[in-house]
């Protein structure tokens, strides 16, 4: 089974300031790894997906995530924070081809100051 | 652009009354997913489709039917709303079982 750990329920920065969301992971099995956002009162947006090509992942909107084995992590960074970030984070893993169901991690929230 | 669909976007209903929502794909997937979203928390999956075969998640209250007529279409029917039904209803679609999946904008759902 897999399991999605967000270790940062809420996450406050200054606009134009770095952003780094973390996120862990555990899985017996190679697994596919996304991070979505959603905005109040709408659906999910995919930001970016890892399915073992490239560790370093780049996503819209200057987000980006890098994946480490060996630390069972996929953390989400984007350098400059905008007022629009200000939302919430899902991480989700999910197996392989058989795998219909994602497994998502808690949620973190997003606030960004001005 | 191709999308995911979902109609109405607010839904209001009674305590008991039932109400279907709705979800549409230009996708042209597979796979056609319902999920719930309560507040401030990760979506629960309800149930998916592969195709016409449905596939009904086990923790799914018998409350909650779905519908897929052909391959661009899928309903979610509550039966008999209860007040603990309110939430937001995600429609997703992938390309198959591992592949990224796409989310319409949701419904949120009021029982009165």
């Known amino acids: 089974a897999q399991s999605v750990t967000q270790l940062d329920s809420h996450v406050s920065v200054s606009e134009g300031t770095p952003v780094l969301l973390r996120c862990n992971y555990s899985?017996?099995?190679?697994?596919?790894l996304f991070w979505y956002v959603q905005h109040p009162n709408k659906g999910l947006q995919l930001l970016l997906k890892?399915?073992?090509?490239?560790?370093l992942v780049k996503g819209i909107n200057g987000f980006e995530a890098e994946f480490k084995k060996s630390e069972t992590s996929f953390h989400l960074t984007k350098p400059s924070a905008h007022m629009s970030d200000a939302a919430e984070y899902f991480c989700?893993?999910?197996?392989?081809?058989?795998?219909?169901?994602?497994?998502f991690g808690a949620g973190t929230t997003v606030t960004v100051r001005a | 652009d191709a999308m995911v669909i979902q109609n109405p976007r607010y839904q209001v209903t009674q305590f008991g009354k039932p109400v279907t929502l709705s979800c549409s794909q230009t996708?042209?997937?597979?796979?056609m997913y319902w999920y719930q979203q309560k507040s401030s928390q990760a979506p629960k999956l309800l149930f998916h489709?592969?195709?016409?075969?449905?596939?009904n998640e086990a923790d799914t209250p018998d409350n909650f039917q779905s519908r897929r007529p052909n391959t661009s279409f899928c309903f979610l029917d509550i039966r008999s709303p209860g007040l603990g039904d309110a939430a937001m209803y995600l429609c997703?679609?992938?390309?198959?079982?591992?592949?990224?999946?796409?989310f319409g904008p949701g419904t949120r759902l009021l029982v009165l």
């Open positions: 997703a679609t992938s390309k198959g079982g591992g592949e990224t999946q796409y």
């Open positions: 899985s017996s099995y190679s697994p596919s």
């Open positions: 890892y399915t073992s090509a490239a560790t």
């Open positions: 989700v893993v999910t197996l392989g081809s058989n795998d219909y169901k994602l497994s």
């Open positions: 996708l042209n997937h597979n796979v």
């Open positions: 489709y592969y195709d016409k075969d449905f596939n």
